[in-house]
T-cell receptor, first 112, second 112 residues
Framework: DQQVKQNSPSLSVQEGRISILNCDYT??????FLWYKKYPAEGPTFLIS?????DKNEDGRFTVFLNKSAKHLSLHIVPSQPGDSAVYFC???????????FGGGTRVLVKP | GAGVSQSPRYKVAKRGQDVALRCDPI?????LFWYQQALGQGPEFLTY????????KSGLPSDRFFAERPEGSVSTLKIQRTQQEDSAVYLC??????????FGPGTRLTVL
Protein backbone atom coordinates (compact mmCIF):
# COMPACT_ATOMS: atom_id res chain seq x y z
CA ASP A 1 0.00 0.00 0.00
CA GLN A 2 1.73 3.14 -1.26
CA GLN A 3 1.05 5.94 1.20
CA VAL A 4 2.84 8.56 -0.91
CA LYS A 5 2.42 8.59 -4.68
CA GLN A 6 3.99 10.56 -7.46
CA ASN A 7 1.87 9.69 -10.48
CA SER A 8 4.08 11.27 -13.12
CA PRO A 9 7.28 9.25 -13.58
CA SER A 10 8.80 11.89 -15.83
CA LEU A 11 8.47 15.52 -16.87
CA SER A 12 10.12 17.45 -19.67
CA VAL A 13 10.17 21.27 -19.63
CA GLN A 14 11.86 24.05 -21.55
CA GLU A 15 14.49 26.15 -19.79
CA GLY A 16 12.94 29.27 -18.26
CA ARG A 17 9.46 27.75 -17.97
CA ILE A 18 7.71 26.46 -14.87
CA SER A 19 8.09 22.85 -13.66
CA ILE A 20 5.18 21.51 -11.61
CA LEU A 21 5.62 18.25 -9.74
CA ASN A 22 2.70 16.60 -7.97
CA CYS A 23 2.41 14.28 -4.99
CA ASP A 24 -0.58 12.61 -3.32
CA TYR A 25 -0.74 10.90 0.05
CA THR A 26 -3.27 8.73 1.83
CA UNK A 27 -2.19 8.77 5.49
CA UNK A 28 -3.96 11.59 7.33
CA UNK A 29 -1.43 11.29 10.16
CA UNK A 30 1.29 12.81 7.98
CA UNK A 31 2.18 16.19 9.41
CA UNK A 32 5.34 17.26 7.60
CA PHE A 33 6.20 17.11 3.93
CA LEU A 34 9.52 17.44 2.15
CA TRP A 35 10.93 17.49 -1.36
CA TYR A 36 14.30 15.99 -2.16
CA LYS A 37 16.33 16.17 -5.37
CA LYS A 38 18.58 13.33 -6.47
CA TYR A 39 21.36 13.19 -9.03
CA PRO A 40 22.71 9.82 -10.24
CA ALA A 41 25.14 8.11 -7.84
CA GLU A 42 24.43 10.68 -5.11
CA GLY A 43 22.15 10.66 -2.09
CA PRO A 44 18.95 12.72 -2.02
CA THR A 45 19.46 16.42 -1.25
CA PHE A 46 16.88 18.34 0.77
CA LEU A 47 15.12 21.09 -1.20
CA ILE A 48 12.17 22.47 0.72
CA SER A 49 9.62 21.43 3.33
CA UNK A 50 6.19 22.41 4.61
CA UNK A 51 4.32 21.66 7.80
CA UNK A 52 0.62 20.84 7.80
CA UNK A 53 -0.25 24.15 9.46
CA UNK A 54 0.78 26.01 6.31
CA ASP A 55 -0.46 25.85 2.74
CA LYS A 56 2.54 27.42 1.03
CA ASN A 57 6.28 27.72 1.54
CA GLU A 58 8.67 29.53 -0.75
CA ASP A 59 12.45 29.42 -1.05
CA GLY A 60 13.95 31.18 -4.04
CA ARG A 61 12.85 29.46 -7.23
CA PHE A 62 11.11 26.67 -5.29
CA THR A 63 7.58 26.85 -3.89
CA VAL A 64 5.68 24.02 -2.24
CA PHE A 65 1.88 24.08 -1.98
CA LEU A 66 -0.10 21.86 0.39
CA ASN A 67 -3.81 21.07 0.09
CA LYS A 68 -4.61 19.06 3.21
CA SER A 69 -8.23 18.39 2.36
CA ALA A 70 -7.20 16.87 -0.96
CA LYS A 71 -4.11 15.21 0.54
CA HIS A 72 -2.09 16.72 -2.27
CA LEU A 73 1.09 18.73 -2.51
CA SER A 74 2.99 20.20 -5.40
CA LEU A 75 6.43 21.65 -6.05
CA HIS A 76 6.81 24.57 -8.45
CA ILE A 77 10.20 25.45 -9.90
CA VAL A 78 10.33 28.85 -11.59
CA PRO A 79 12.25 29.45 -13.78
CA SER A 80 13.50 25.97 -14.58
CA GLN A 81 17.23 25.64 -15.32
CA PRO A 82 19.18 22.80 -16.99
CA GLY A 83 20.87 22.07 -13.63
CA ASP A 84 17.43 21.23 -12.23
CA SER A 85 17.42 18.04 -14.32
CA ALA A 86 17.28 15.28 -11.70
CA VAL A 87 14.86 12.91 -9.96
CA TYR A 88 12.60 14.61 -7.43
CA PHE A 89 11.14 12.74 -4.45
CA CYS A 90 8.22 13.78 -2.31
CA UNK A 91 8.41 12.54 1.30
CA UNK A 92 6.16 12.71 4.35
CA UNK A 93 6.49 12.10 8.08
CA UNK A 94 4.11 11.96 11.03
CA UNK A 95 6.20 14.39 13.06
CA UNK A 96 9.46 16.26 12.84
CA UNK A 97 12.30 13.82 13.30
CA UNK A 98 10.29 10.75 12.36
CA UNK A 99 10.99 8.32 9.54
CA UNK A 100 10.20 9.49 6.03
CA UNK A 101 7.83 7.78 3.62
CA PHE A 102 8.83 8.51 0.03
CA GLY A 103 7.01 8.60 -3.28
CA GLY A 104 8.42 6.81 -6.31
CA GLY A 105 10.04 9.91 -7.78
CA THR A 106 9.59 12.09 -10.88
CA ARG A 107 12.43 12.45 -13.35
CA VAL A 108 12.67 16.04 -14.60
CA LEU A 109 14.48 16.99 -17.78
CA VAL A 110 15.00 20.69 -18.44
CA LYS A 111 15.86 21.32 -22.08
CA PRO A 112 18.09 24.29 -22.96
CA GLY B 1 34.03 16.22 5.74
CA ALA B 2 30.85 18.01 6.66
CA GLY B 3 28.37 15.54 5.19
CA VAL B 4 27.21 11.98 5.79
CA SER B 5 29.66 9.42 4.45
CA GLN B 6 29.07 5.78 3.62
CA SER B 7 31.42 2.93 2.80
CA PRO B 8 31.92 1.02 0.70
CA ARG B 9 30.24 2.90 -2.17
CA TYR B 10 29.86 -0.33 -4.13
CA LYS B 11 29.73 -3.91 -2.90
CA VAL B 12 29.38 -7.10 -4.90
CA ALA B 13 28.55 -10.20 -2.88
CA LYS B 14 27.93 -13.79 -3.77
CA ARG B 15 24.59 -15.15 -2.63
CA GLY B 16 24.91 -16.45 0.91
CA GLN B 17 27.74 -14.11 1.85
CA ASP B 18 27.50 -11.71 4.82
CA VAL B 19 28.03 -7.97 4.23
CA ALA B 20 28.56 -4.95 6.48
CA LEU B 21 27.76 -1.41 5.38
CA ARG B 22 29.08 1.57 7.30
CA CYS B 23 27.60 5.02 7.89
CA ASP B 24 29.39 8.04 9.37
CA PRO B 25 26.74 10.64 10.23
CA ILE B 26 27.23 14.38 10.53
CA UNK B 27 28.99 15.11 13.81
CA UNK B 28 26.52 15.84 16.60
CA UNK B 29 23.48 14.48 14.78
CA UNK B 30 21.40 12.52 17.26
CA UNK B 31 19.14 10.73 14.80
CA LEU B 32 20.30 8.18 12.23
CA PHE B 33 18.16 6.40 9.67
CA TRP B 34 18.76 3.58 7.19
CA TYR B 35 16.74 3.31 3.97
CA GLN B 36 16.74 0.80 1.12
CA GLN B 37 16.19 2.02 -2.45
CA ALA B 38 15.38 -0.52 -5.13
CA LEU B 39 15.96 0.40 -8.77
CA GLY B 40 13.40 2.89 -10.05
CA GLN B 41 11.69 3.33 -6.68
CA GLY B 42 11.79 5.73 -3.78
CA PRO B 43 13.79 4.98 -0.61
CA GLU B 44 12.04 2.77 1.94
CA PHE B 45 12.62 3.02 5.68
CA LEU B 46 14.57 0.24 7.38
CA THR B 47 15.50 1.36 10.89
CA TYR B 48 16.06 4.39 13.14
CA UNK B 49 18.47 5.23 15.97
CA UNK B 50 18.36 8.03 18.49
CA UNK B 51 21.92 8.14 19.81
CA UNK B 52 22.78 4.47 20.48
CA UNK B 53 19.19 3.35 21.01
CA UNK B 54 17.45 1.59 18.12
CA UNK B 55 13.94 3.00 18.49
CA UNK B 56 12.33 1.61 15.35
CA LYS B 57 13.32 -1.44 13.32
CA SER B 58 9.92 -2.05 11.77
CA GLY B 59 11.25 -1.69 8.22
CA LEU B 60 13.89 -4.41 8.39
CA PRO B 61 12.69 -6.99 5.84
CA SER B 62 13.89 -10.10 7.70
CA ASP B 63 15.97 -11.28 10.64
CA ARG B 64 18.93 -11.45 8.26
CA PHE B 65 19.14 -7.67 8.58
CA PHE B 66 20.76 -6.22 11.67
CA ALA B 67 21.85 -2.66 12.51
CA GLU B 68 23.84 -1.19 15.35
CA ARG B 69 25.17 2.15 16.55
CA PRO B 70 27.05 1.22 19.73
CA GLU B 71 28.52 4.61 20.61
CA GLY B 72 25.81 6.81 19.19
CA SER B 73 27.86 7.88 16.19
CA VAL B 74 28.96 5.46 13.44
CA SER B 75 26.38 2.87 12.43
CA THR B 76 26.72 -0.47 10.67
CA LEU B 77 24.02 -2.29 8.72
CA LYS B 78 24.75 -5.99 8.46
CA ILE B 79 23.03 -8.38 6.09
CA GLN B 80 23.57 -12.08 6.68
CA ARG B 81 23.29 -14.79 4.02
CA THR B 82 22.60 -12.24 1.27
CA GLN B 83 20.02 -13.06 -1.38
CA GLN B 84 19.45 -11.58 -4.83
CA GLU B 85 16.44 -9.57 -3.65
CA ASP B 86 18.77 -7.71 -1.26
CA SER B 87 20.37 -5.97 -4.26
CA ALA B 88 19.62 -2.27 -3.83
CA VAL B 89 21.15 1.05 -2.80
CA TYR B 90 21.35 1.41 0.98
CA LEU B 91 21.07 5.00 2.13
CA CYS B 92 21.98 6.41 5.51
CA UNK B 93 20.64 9.74 6.76
CA UNK B 94 21.22 11.78 9.90
CA UNK B 95 19.40 14.69 11.48
CA UNK B 96 19.29 16.93 14.53
CA UNK B 97 15.83 15.73 15.61
CA UNK B 98 14.30 17.95 12.91
CA UNK B 99 12.35 16.61 9.97
CA UNK B 100 15.13 17.50 7.55
CA UNK B 101 17.35 14.48 7.06
CA UNK B 102 20.76 14.70 5.39
CA PHE B 103 21.61 11.72 3.22
CA GLY B 104 24.87 10.04 2.39
CA PRO B 105 25.75 8.93 -1.16
CA GLY B 106 24.59 5.37 -0.50
CA THR B 107 26.12 1.92 -0.90
CA ARG B 108 25.09 0.02 -4.02
CA LEU B 109 24.89 -3.68 -3.14
CA THR B 110 24.76 -6.25 -5.91
CA VAL B 111 24.17 -9.87 -4.93
CA LEU B 112 25.12 -12.40 -7.62
Amino acid sequence: DQQVKQNSPSLSVQEGRISILNCDYTNSMFDYFLWYKKYPAEGPTFLISISSIKDKNEDGRFTVFLNKSAKHLSLHIVPSQPGDSAVYFCAASQAAGNKLTFGGGTRVLVKP
Amino acid sequence: GAGVSQSPRYKVAKRGQDVALRCDPISGHVSLFWYQQALGQGPEFLTYFQNEAQLDKSGLPSDRFFAERPEGSVSTLKIQRTQQEDSAVYLCASSLMSAEQFFGPGTRLTVL
